[in-house]
């Protein structure tokens, strides 16, 4: 059962995979990764410190060859692995069917499907919260505390899970014993998280332009992880609903210790995004969804579960339910052989009459019945939700395409060129695509990268960007067009230094706009001077 939804989410990992561009983020894994170990150590010192692991492990996977698609397959790799392991844990909570139901659904939701294709941390680090998962559920407590160690050194916001699982041995009313172990286990996690969250605080200025969550954010990740199409979204949440409330009445988790379906995959939802969101009302904003993705992984099994009580539910009311069931004398004993003997297979009337079935065997028929039910709901999901799920695999779906401002520089730059990056983060284009730019010369560029320890190097200051541009007649620039347009100004004085320089003394001869940046060629205007006629030569003396 586990390995046919982790079939379906390789196959949607891979659809579309190699979209032809990388969008920023990426692009800065793709440059990162490729420095040295002691360059990635210095950088993240100074910024990304939250994604120092990840760096190190794409260091290893691009040495064996660096291109767009392997920087996406451990992503692919990692939805795979929690598909599978929602799967898992559907099963051992409930039935094999309900994590077959949570499994697929995991793996046709157009969030998971992103996240699967992007080069960054986020798939990892859900499979590292899923797996876990299932080591609490198993009382794994070394396992448990060194897979959290690793999944919350890959992003550190993993660590809001360790809340969820509390809720989670709470509401199954686990004994000393247990909460002694899950204790040390978390404890050794968070004592080991302390050098990120110093080094990470001082870096919080890199996440300074997010927002503070609305009641909107609430609404969209509630899209996100139950359904993007209004159809597959009121159903899957009325399901998810019910499982929660199915869970909450009663199910597996009344016995004390004994862990419900609900009341392990309803705090994975709510606890880790709610406190997330909570924290960014009363301190600087840190909230983003994929940030929480890991928190998707319980909504199919709630939505599974709901199904599940539907299934049961309808099973008893269902005509004739206590008729289908064994009389006592024909139920096997304790310690016997359970298979039917021909001596206690009762004739059937109607329009079975004249064939045998064993009652044992009907309510094994009706279970396979009612999952190949199941699985056709489930399989009209992604149908609700394809054109979705086929824009995902555009490049121009993703927050900007760096390929294509590559493609648009690439048409007009030529060798000897001089190129501007306004603001600095824009160099983030050659540093992913440096073919396009081959040859140019970068004006105001002091210090590499990796010589820096930046991620976009370091500029020459303010009072010398006149300096290196003097004596240019045209210049490209690579600019966020929010800058050029006067609705955003930079507080670095170095790129309002470059913004007034070109203002001032270049005029705009070309334009190329892709998404939110702007390929621009400036040149300087001609001098009156320039505008006379060229002198002629003297004439020539007579013979």
């Known amino acids: ?139 794994a407590w070394w396992g448990y505390g060194l897979v959290l160690g690793v999944t919350c050194w890959l992003h550190e916001f993993a660590v809001l899970v360790v809340l969820a699982h509390g809720l989670s041995l709470a509401l199954a009313r686990v004994r000393g014993r247990v909460w002694r172990g899950w204790g040390c286990a978390a404890g050794a996690v968070l004592l080991s998280l302390l050098p990120m969250v110093v080094v990470s605080r001082a870096q919080a200025a890199q996440v300074a332009w997010l927002r503070r969550p609305t009641g909107e954010t609430v609404a969209g990740l509630a899209r996100q992880f139950f359904g993007a199409s209004e159809g597959a979204y009121w159903v899957c949440l009325g399901l998810a609903v019910v499982g929660s409330l ?6 597996r988790g009344t016995r004390r210790g004994e862990f419900a379906l609900a009341g392990v995959a ?21 909230y983003v969804d994929r940030y929480v993705l890991y928190a998707l992984a319980g909504a199919p099994l709630l939505v599974a579960a709901g199904g599940e009580w539907v299934a049961g539910t309808a099973e008893r009311l269902r005509p004739g339910a206590r008729r289908a069931v064994a009389p006592a004398h024909l139920r096997p004993r304790e310690g016997t052989n359970t298979r039917p003997h021909s001596g206690d297979r009762p004739e059937t009337v109607g329009p079975e009459a004249g064939r045998k079935v064993p009652v044992a065997v009907r309510p094994l028929l009706r279970t396979y019945f009612v999952t190949l039910l199941g699985l056709l709901a489930v399989a009209l999901v992604p149908l609700q939700q394809f054109s979705l799920l086929q824009q995902d ?48 010369r970068d004006l105001v560029l002091a210090r590499t990268g990796g010589v820096s320890g930046t991620l976009y190097g370091v500029e020459v200051p303010a009072a010398a960007v006149r300096g290196r541009v003097a004596g240019v007649q045209r210049v490209w620039v690579i600019a966020d067009r929010a800058v050029l347009a006067g609705r955003w100004t930079p507080r670095d004085p170095g790129e309002r230094a470059k913004l007034d320089l070109l203002q001032r003394e270049f005029t705009v001869r070309g334009e190329a706009v892709r998404g939110r940046t702007a390929v621009r060629l400036y040149v300087r205007p001609l001098s009156p001077a320039s505008l006379r006629p060229p002198s002629l030569p003297p004439r020539p003396a007579r013979w």
């Open 246 to 251: 199915a869970g909450a009445v009663g199910g």
């Open 393 to 440: 695999r555009d490049p121009a779906r993703r927050p900007d395409d760096l390929a294509a401002i590559a493609r648009a520089a690439a048409y007009g730059v030529r060798k000897g060129d001089a190129v501007l990056y306004l603001p600095a983060y824009t160099r983030n284009t050659e540093l992913a695509y440096p073919g396009a730019f081959r040859g140019t």
């Open 266 to 286: 309803a705090p994975l939802v709510v606890v880790p995004p709610g406190v997330l969101m909570l924290a960014s009302q009363s301190s600087p904003p840190l």
């Open 1 to 139: 059962m586990v390995g046919v939804p982790a079939a379906v989410m390789l196959a949607f990992g891979l659809w579309g995979v190699d979209r032809g561009g990388m969008w920023r983020d990426e692009a800065v894994t793709f440059q990162v990764a490729g420095r040295t170990v002691p360059q990635i150590w210095r950088l993240v010192h100074g910024v990304d410190a939250v994604h120092g692991l990840y760096y190190l492990l794409m260091h290893a996977v691009l040495a064996v060859h660096a291109d767009e698609v392997v920087l996406r397959l451990p992503s692919v790799a990692g939805a795979v692995l929690t598909t599978a392991l929602v799967a898992e844990v559907g099963a051992r909570l409930a039935r094999p069917r309900v994590g077959l139901w949570a499994g697929l659904l995991y793996a046709v939701n157009p969030m998971a499907g992103h996240y699967a294709q992007e080069g960054r941390s986020y798939a990892l680090v859900a499979a590292g919260v899923m797996g876990a998962t299932l080591l609490l559920l198993r009382g």
